[in-house]
DNA sequence: TCTCAAATTTGATCGATGTCAAAACGCGCT
DNA sequence: AGCGCGTTTTGACATCGATCAAATTTGAGA
């Protein structure tokens, strides 16, 4: 375990913070002290500022990443340019891992939304990794099943809720689960999370004064809602 | 290679059709002899009428499957019990791998859209499997991998693209690549493209007389597109 | 070929959400 | 505490797609 932190401390630029999330993302938390070590020897640190790109659609994929700290945005664009958010990553989220058995370029473009810190991995290495480790192929089911999932939950959110409900339920998934009142502070600006729920800010907006006759008050990042129950009957 | 055979005349009811598409499965293919001999030996086989549950979201999740004939229909309700479907499986499709590693319940409802003859896996003895056969464990990382990639495209086109222009893409996905004319006939009815286009069957249809201004005709399940290059356009 | 139920299309209407513009607000900075 | 910029909200409007109902077509089976 020593060798560990020595490794990572090795690698600048890792906060104490970050080195936590790192630890504790699924992706890692199951390997073994081999397997650990081998996975951040192909693993390098990145800090980027907002807005800046990661990677493209249509890039060669040979790597994919860990958001250790700040938002990253995975979206694509249509032909008059417009964006559409496919998934926003959140500190201890890892994306791209689909690259290391479904093609060689990626599918859409990476953003990062805030200052970001990232772990990259080496695809070709874990890629490698994983045909030997079977604590490591583990790690890439575990983390391909529940971002399908995820995936799937969005697809049905999207054509089953309207607007008020996709946000309710946004709520409602980050709040302490009895009935009562409760309050949240949004991680992130309002037109991030506009974008993960697939609508125009002004939309999100909108759905925000819709919740306030179900007891939802909004001021700037802090949501209180009145009654978690009352808003699970949207 | 004669003991795999055999053992598929055991499991009755195969046809030699069925048995075609089962081994051209991704999820089979890559496998060596003696996974193939244990991936068959936790399957039995199955054959459904149109419109049979198959599963049911909540369900605890003991099996996945292959279609080998057919359609299903992988879906979820909202509160009032309208449907939205989540994704339609195909001959060759396997569904709800992501419960290898993902969770004991089946998230969704699984029904079938026509008469259908299913590969049923017994999902702790492939579980087993996968950790000890770097094979299997490869071949489910590549159709979680393609799973996921699909529904990020889902996502994204909901998100991004009008009726006629899902359509539109539909039509391409399945064309030869030229830029000529062409036709394809679809491979079930129009509702339950509908429902995989995230329409409601009216949308559909007046999303393909929209695209008669471009050159596409449609009659019963015959599609003909007078120029591909000019449907790329929309 | 004929029949009939089921699937699809068409028409009319409505509600939800995107878009653009302008006003209001929140938050970090000094 | 006040300033100023970027974010969010509000308003007006246009568009898309859902819904309901009715007409039409399709295709399986007699």
Redesign the interface.
């Known amino acids: 375990m020593e060798a560990i932190t020595d490794m990572m401390n090795g690698n600048l630029k890792l906060s104490s913070r970050d080195r936590a999330v790192l630890m504790k993302t699924p992706f890692l938390t199951g390997l073994s002290g081999s397997s650990l070590v081998r996975m951040l020897s192909a693993m390098s640190v990145a800090s980027l500022p907002n807005r800046k790109s990661i990677f493209r659609e249509g890039d060669n994929a040979d790597a994919f990443y860990c958001v250790l700290s700040g938002y990253v945005r ?5 032909r008059e340019g ?1 964006e ?4 926003i990553c959140a500190p201890g989220d890892t994306f791209a891992e ?6 060689t370029k990626y ?2 473009h990476a953003q990062t939304a805030e200052a970001v810190t990232l772990a990259k991995f080496d695809m070709q290495a874990v890629r490698d990794l ?2 030997q480790e ?1 604590d490591v ?2 790690a ?3 983390s ?6 995820a ?6 959110n ?4 309207t607007a008020p409900q996709r946000v309710a339920n946004y709520i409602l998934n980050r709040c302490p689960v009895d009935g009562g009142p409760a309050a949240i502070r949004l991680p992130f600006q309002k037109s991030l999370l506009a974008g993960q729920l ?1 609508l125009a800010p002004e939309a999100l907006s909108r759905a925000f004064s819709t919740l306030r006759k179900t007891g939802v008050t909004v001021r700037g990042r802090v949501i209180q809602v009145g009654d978690v129950g009352a808003l699970r009957e949207i």
Chains 1, 2 share one sequence.
């Open positions: 995975l979206y694509r664009l249509n417009r559409a958010d496919i998934r689909c690259q290391l058995y479904g093609g599918r859409y994983a045909e079977k192929a583990k890439v089911m575990m391909l099943s529940s971002h399908l999932q995936s799937m939950d969005c697809i049905a999207d054509r089953l809720h697939g």
